[in-house]
T-cell receptor
Framework: DAGVTQSPTHLIKTRGQQVTLRCSPI?????VSWYQQVLGQGPQFIFQ???????GRGNFPDRFSARQFPNYSSELNVNALLLGDSALYLC???????????????FGPGTRLTVT | QKEVEQNSGPLSVPEGAIASLNCTYS??????FFWYRQYSGKSPELIMS????GDKEDGRFTAQLNKASQYVSLLIRDSQPSDSATYLC????????????FGKGTKLTVNP
């Protein structure tokens, strides 16, 4: 079975530009979460979506937004890019969401974003 | 106070030895605990999950959880050079959300 897929693999953008990152979860997984990982740090939670609804949001500015589609794939958008947005952006999928229970999350290969 | 703390290392062990990785967390209501392995330039790979106090074994890996001490550890027996990676501890906060809170990771080097 295919794992979590993400596109593109690498991306170079200029400050002030906008970027869209894409993620397809493992087949059968309905929950998608996004994380940002800067060099030397652990991943930081950005968003979680289930059934097209936002179920959680981390401490990120409104320049970050996301959505989930009927096929459970997801997009992460970042507007007005800053140098500090340079990072590895990770998508993770998990099995059906249920309040009070955390399911194992499996990460995709990530998108390496460089802002110059 | 940081939510999840790990020794950044590097931790160096000889091939065949036991590697012990430690993690403490601040949220006493945390419910789910995970260990991920991350090779340089790659994404995190889930290797262990643990939800209740005690030990959980999977092959050469053993996760240990002590909720009273807010401590979770990972033991790697018969360490191999291929185990050389950064190991990330992740915890879900009280309330059981999908949010994972990660430590900074411990870099492990297994020397042949």
């Amino acid at each position: 079975d295919a794992g979590v897929t993400q596109s593109p693999t690498h991306l170079i953008k200029t400050r002030g530009q906008q970027v869209t990152l894409r993620c397809s979860p493992i087949s059968g997984h309905k929950s998608v979460s996004w994380y940002q990982q800067v060099l030397g740090q652990g991943p930081q939670f950005i968003f979680q979506y289930y059934e097209k609804e936002e179920r959680g949001r981390g401490n990120f500015p409104d320049r970050f937004s996301a959505r989930q589609f009927p096929n459970y794939s997801s997009e992460l958008n970042v507007n007005a890019l800053l140098l500090g947005d340079s990072a590895l952006y990770l998508c993770a999928s998990s099995s059906p969401y249920q309040t009070g229970i955390t399911y194992e999350q499996y990460f995709g290969p990530g998108t390496r974003l460089t802002v110059t | 106070q940081k939510e999840v703390e790990q020794n950044s290392g590097p931790l160096s062990v000889p091939e065949g030895a036991i590697a012990s990785l430690n993690c403490t967390y601040s949220d006493r209501g945390s419910q789910s605990f995970f260990w991920y392995r991350q090779y340089s330039g790659k994404s995190p790979e889930l290797i262990m999950s643990i939800y209740s106090n005690g030990d959980k074994e999977d092959g050469r890996f053993t996760a240990q959880l002590n909720k009273a001490s807010q401590y979770v550890s990972l033991l790697i027996r018969d360490s191999q050079p291929s185990d050389s990676a950064t190991y990330l501890c992740a915890v879900t906060p009280q309330g059981g959300s999908e949010k994972l809170v990660f430590g900074k990771g411990t870099k492990l080097t297994v020397n042949p």
